[in-house]
């Protein structure tokens, strides 16, 4: 199984940027898509933004032109560039990544981690 571990997050002013990180905690492993999600308080949790093998990208609507994702598949590592953040951007954001199976040699998810709190206050 594939774990996940967020970081980079914090408080930061609306307008501010931060720059989140998540690491699959093995490199020896085939990764195909790789993607950041969050969930607010009382909400559910939102695909915000995901990254293809190929480099292709798409973003839900509320982050296009702010948040940029990319990734480094020599460290299988995914980041979230996030820019002009406003106060509705507060969630706990988390990643996820499909790999393949070494067993099965499908594609499953990995198991998610704690995720990293993201607070937009002034």
């Known amino acids: 199984q594939v774990q996940l571990v967020e970081s980079g997050g914090g408080l930061v002013q609306p307008g501010g940027s931060l720059r989140l990180s998540c690491a699959a905690s093995?490199?020896?492993?085939?990764?195909?898509?790789m993607a950041w999600y969050r969930q607010a308080p009382g909400k559910q949790r939102e695909l915000v933004a995901v990254i293809t093998s190929g480099g292709n990208t798409n973003y839900a609507d509320s982050v296009k032109g702010r948040f940029t994702i990319s990734r480094d598949n020599a460290k299988n590592t995914v980041y979230l560039q996030m820019n002009s953040l406003k106060p509705e951007d507060t969630a706990v954001y988390y990643c996820?990544?499909?790999?393949?199976?070494?067993?099965?040699?499908?594609?499953?998810?990995?198991?998610w981690g704690q995720g990293t709190q993201v607070t937009v206050s002034s």
């Open positions: 093995r490199r020896s492993v085939s990764i195909n898509a």
């Open positions: 996820n990544v499909e790999y393949r199976s070494s067993t099965s040699g499908a594609y499953i998810p990995g198991s």
